[in-house]
């Protein structure tokens, strides 16, 4: 190997099409579009949060942090 390698083969002898098939990995990895964050609007229809239930607090008193955790 050259002293400018950037792959070093730790075990193994990988033949020249494993090589060619590792490095076309590499490079379709390093030049494939970042991923961003949806753009996708969705309709507040199919929003999930609206189908909970709204969770009641304990009333006050001297218990109320035994309840707290129950739902």
Avoid: C, K
């Avoid at 950037?6 to 076309?24: H, K, N, S, T, Y």
């Avoid at 990995?25 to 309709?43: E, F, K, R, V």
């Amino acid at each position: 190997m050259s002293e400018d390698a950037q792959l070093q083969v730790v075990r193994g002898a990988p033949d020249d099409v494993e090589l060619a098939a590792l490095v076309a990995g590499l490079m379709a990895a390093a030049t494939s579009a970042p991923a961003g964050p949806s753009t996708s609007s969705s309709s507040a229809w199919s929003d999930r949060r609206r189908q909970l239930r709204p969770v009641a607090s304990p009333p006050p008193g001297p218990d109320s942090w035994r309840w707290s955790l129950r739902g």
